[in-house]
């Protein structure tokens, strides 16, 4: 099968020669100690450090006619000051931010201030980096992309954006909490504008492009559930969701959307499928149920008929361990990868913690669940 193919099958539970390859890749920090550890200095990135020394599926890929639906420009990182140990600085968020020189680890940063703090600051940023119609959001090779969109071997995914996630980055969970309750006219108003802005990006797509998935990032859960009431999403979120995914459906030819939210997302996952988002991810271990995500899989579809379906689920906390724990997580996640619609890979990026040593071990041992030949180098 090609990988297309292969990731289409999965994701809609079908047969398929195996389960893709993915990862979630490690954090910069990780990497030094790696080095020092034997991986070669020239191996770096999030995501590409793994994905080209271990040569994960994500390798086989090629331009896709990605359309840029979030600030334009965007912020530049701008170091303002240098306290000791610590920088004061603008984030690409536009936020003033406190946080550890990056060279001496990391760090959560501290907010001093967030780039919405009025609805001046709203309307600024709306007519300043998010208009409708700007031709810098789309690429100079659109043309191209979308006429290589129908015969890659790759699957074609798109960046759909966020809702709630961007606003809250600009926000700060507080203040958008408390704007929620007060003032919840102001916050449809901003989640309608970002909808807008992302229908008007796609409509430069409409009948030209064949999309396989859309990649929605929204991180509004945390360890017990989500920073939003459910009853909100579903009134101001599901039906600008399906506006969306519907869209991308009937001119498209797309049929999965993918959200990225950290914590326990059980209380909103059926309202993400409500909406057309049917692709849930990373699965983190310690907070969200899988097991009641396979029970949803099997009871509840999208409305264009897309079942549920799962990416991630290993508790990285095992890579930490050692190989009894690889694999015990290996073996607990079994019968997801025999019932079809899941990817396995980590939970989340693999921390400075994990030795090299292991992450090999859970590289081959993965790569034999999945009966693809284990490569390094």
């Known amino acids: 099968m090609t990988h297309r193919e292969r990731y289409l099958a999965t994701m809609e539970g079908r047969p398929a020669d195996r389960a893709p390859d993915y990862e979630f890749g490690a954090w910069d920090q990780t990497y030094p100690r790696w080095h020092a550890e034997g991986l070669p200095a020239t191996v770096t990135g999030c995501d590409e450090g793994i994905m080209r020394w271990f040569h994960t599926d994500e390798e086989e890929f090629g331009i896709v006619p990605w359309v840029d639906v979030g600030l334009v420009p965007g912020f530049a990182w701008e ?20 946080r550890m020189r990056p060279e001496l680890g990391a760090s959560i940063p501290r907010y001093v201030r967030y780039a919405i703090e009025t609805r001046r600051d709203w309307e ?15 690429p100079a090779n659109l043309d191209a992309a979308c006429a290589a969109s129908h015969g890659a071997e790759y699957p074609v995914v798109l ?4 809702l709630y996630g ?11 909490s408390e704007t929620l309750y007060e003032d919840p006219a102001w916050i449809e108003e901003m989640m309608e504008h970002l909808t807008l802005l992302m229908l008007d990006g796609y409509a430069r797509l409409a009948g030209r492009c064949r999309i396989d998935a859309s990649h929605w990032w929204e991180d509004m859960c945390f360890k017990n559930g989500p920073l939003m009431s459910p009853a909100m999403v579903a009134r101001l979120m599901v039906p600008r969701y399906r506006r969306v995914t519907e869209f991308l ?18 209380d909103l996952a059926r ?10 991810f990373p699965l983190e271990v310690p907070h969200t149920d899988m097991a009641a995500l396979v029970r949803d899989q099997a009871a509840h579809r999208s409305p264009g008929g897309a079942r549920m379906a799962l990416r991630g689920g290993f508790d990285k906390r095992a890579l930490i361990e050692g190989p009894t724990a690889i694999d015990r997580e290996f073996t607990r996640l079994a019968p997801f990868l025999a019932a ?14 994990v030795s090299l040593a292991n992450y090999r071990y859970y590289r081959r041992t993965k790569c034999a669940l999945l009966g693809k030949p284990y490569r390094e180098g």
Do not use: K, Y
């Open 340 to 353: 079809g619609g899941f990817i396995p890979h980590t939970d989340h990026r693999v921390p400075p913690d």
């Open 159 to 162: 960046g759909s954006g966020s």
């Open 124 to 138: 600024r940023i709306r007519d300043g980096r998010l208009r409708l119609g700007d031709p810098h959001r789309v």
């Open 249 to 266: 459906r009937h001119e498209c030819g797309c049929d999965h959307h993918m959200v990225d939210c950290d914590g326990r997302i059980n």
């Open 79 to 98: 170091v303002l000051e240098t306290r000791g140990d610590h920088e004061i600085m603008i984030d690409n968020d536009g936020a003033t931010v406190e």
């Open 166 to 176: 961007w606003i809250r980055n600009w926000m700060g969970v507080e203040r958008l």
């Open 271 to 280: 309202l993400w499928l409500e909406g057309g988002v049917n692709i849930m």
